[in-house]
Each structure stands twice: as C-alpha cells, then as structure tokens.
C-alpha cells in the first residue's frame, strides 16, 4: 500500500540520448482481472507476465481473504486455485486494496451477489474516490452499502443473497463500473446487461469469454450492448498478461523529448481501447513505430519504437478518444509543453476523480516549471513552448498518484534544469521497476 509510508522526493535531472530496450510490466488492468476471475473459476488459472505492483498484490490479498488460494511460484509465475462464482468465503478482516480504484470496484462487484459482508477501505486518496459509481448498480442486483458521506470508503457490503439480474446504462465512461456489474451478474440467474455509451477498456468481456462465460456484444443507436449470461462455471485459464500500454507511456514520451533517444518497448498490448495515446502522439509528429505486430492471448500487441521527435505540434484531441488514453492525459501534457503551438484536451471531466484530480495536479506543477496551462470542468490546454524550452526547476506535488509522479519526472528529462516531485513512492503501485528502467535507458532519476 502506498500512502502510508514516509514521502520519497524524487528528482529528475536533463538527460541525453535515451537508448535501449525497455521491458514495462504487465497490464494492470488485465492483472486485476486474471486474479479476481481466476477466483471465480473452478480449478487452477497459471498467470504469466503478472505486474507485481501494491495495486496488483493487495488484489492477490483481497481474493485470498476470500477464500482463494493464490501462490506465486519460483519460476515468477503465480496461480490461483478459484473457488467457483458464488463460492466466495466472507473475509475475516477488512480488505485493504490500497491506492486502488480498479482492485475495489471489481472485488466489489464481484462480491456483491454472495451471501456475505465484507468491509473495505484504502489509502487517503482511494478514500477519497467516488464509490457511489458502483454502489448504485450494485444496489439493483439487491446489494446494501453503508458508507462514508458521499459514498466514500471505508464501506461495508452486504452482498445479495438471492441476486436478480439487472439492466443497466453506465452513467459514466468508465471500464471500472461496466465490470463491476458484469462480475455482480456472473451469480445472478438470468441475463445482466450493461450498456455503454462510449466503448472503454474491453478486457472483462474478453476475459469473460475466455474463462467460458456466455457474453455478447453489439453495437447499437443506444450503444454497446454487453450481454452476459449469469451462473456459468467459469473454466481456469491459462493467461499471458501483455505489457502495460499505460506504463509504455513513460518510456516513449522520455524518448520523443530527449536529444539523441531511440528506445524499443517490446511486446505492448495494443487494444484499441487502450492506445490512444500512441495515434495522439503519431498526430503530433512523433516518431513513433509499431514494429512486429501480433496477437497474444487475445490481445493485439506490437513493440513500440520511439525516437527524439523535435518537431511536434500542438493538436486537438478528439474527446471521444478520452476512453482509451485515459490514463495517459498527465504523461501527454508534458509531451505538449515540448510541441509547438496549444494542445486542447477536452471531454475529459473523469480525469477529476482519478488516483488525484489530474488536471488540477498536472496543472499545478506544469505552471511551477513555467509552463503555460488553462483549464475548465471538463477540459484543459497547454500551450507548447517547444522542444527542450520547458524551463523546469520546479517542486510538483504527486498528490499519491503514480501517474502524475511519473510525468513529472518525464517532464525533467526533456527540460532546461531539473524537476523534482515531494513524493515518488505512488510509482510503486503499477510500476515498480520505473527507476532501474528509466536508468537503464540513460535517465537520471534519483531520489533525495
Ligand atoms: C481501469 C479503468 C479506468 C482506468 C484505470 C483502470 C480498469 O478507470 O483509469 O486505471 O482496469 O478498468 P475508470 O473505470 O474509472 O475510467
């Protein structure tokens, strides 16, 4: 868990060419949901390319605290013997899941048709999230919550014990809620369907597919229609986590602002609904290849292969790419502070209520190092100054977010002095190895 230990300064200091391979680690997204519908399966479900982030692991104590039995092997391979949908043990403690949005959403939902009552709670900036978002469909399946005002963490679950399944239109764009509801409705009689307006992240249809669950997907005038077939017996898989595009962020953005770099970022997953970023960036001018495309486990992956771009532009963003670069918005900012011209981020009111608000952190700490930055409820710009003219020298706050420590020390790399962020230790819930990585491509990130 992140949040509780002692603030770990970090600085990043103006570097040269950045060169090499950079190996990220697997998908959050998908390493959350290879543990918890591994719990949900009757058998032994084997993991490869696991991330061993806080996030992942307190997910990997969450589903042993119900009941499943998770072992991480010698060769780095982990398993997860299920218990079957339904089968969850109520935990005897509370679940901490840490800084993590995804892990208590899910195991939320996925506990929430089991006779069983479970307490949650996590760090200051997870109990500071929105739970309602969840709790409000959960209700529908016959859930009770009791929690903090404004549906905050710490929050207790009574699950339903006779579950009915539910129809449901996803109120935001938001891959968390969708899969809470699919997972609720894996022990509900019946056909649950959820319904959204703007696709998000597809990995719990695919894995539910995987795992042997009946679920289908159209495209309708009212949106994806995803129709899932409660009370399957979910058959163990054997999974391959592809590398994190979200982590692949960091290592590309250092490389298209250092002078010199050319970095190779094998094996990323590229689903669709996951790499905006990458087309943001190549419409930027960026000099950003996909080499060796392919498909594994069911996910379309390629290496990415990123070299010093000094001529990027300014552009608008189409807000309706927000969905699949979600999490990518922070490390694009400080791509924007090197273009030239004003890069325009609209529809992109969900970034408020990530790990941090991440408009107003990003903004903070892009003004400190001298950038400009204007912003609105659902909206924000950055207005370029061109590449390597980000004067730096500034303090960010990293407000217990990873993502927005991380951008900040990308922003040092390609700025005229040095950038330092009050607190690095977030980056160790999705991306561990962010330092020895970055210094082996030639960064100069070191902490206080
Ligand atoms: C995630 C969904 C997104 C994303 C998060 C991971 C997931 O959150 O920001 O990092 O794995 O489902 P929202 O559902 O809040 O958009």
Redesign the pocket.
Known sequence: MSGHGTPIPMTSTPCGPLSGVAEVPGD??IS?RSLILGAMAVGETRITGLLEGEDVLDTAKAMRAFGAEVTKHDDGSWSVHGVGVGGFAEPENVIDCGNS??GVRLIMGAMASCPITATFTGDASLNGRPMARVTDPLALFGTQTVGRKGGRLPMTIVGAADPVPVRYVVPV?????K?AVLLAGLNAPGKTVVIEQEA??DHSERMLAGFGAEITTEETDEGRVITLTGRPELKPLVIAVPRDPSSAAFPVCAALLAPGSDVLVPGIGLNPTRAGLFTTLREMGADLTYENEREEGGEPVADLRARYSPNMQGIEVPPERAASM??EYPVLSVVAANATGTTMMAGVK?LRV?ESDRIDAMARGLRANGVTVDEGDDWWSVTGLGIGKVPGGGTCESFLDHRIAMSFMVLGMGAKTPVSVDDGGPIATSFPIFEPLMAGLGANVTRE
């Open positions: 959050k997204s959350h949005g995804t764009p938001s891959a968390q809620v899969s998000t992240r979600i999490d969900e990530k």
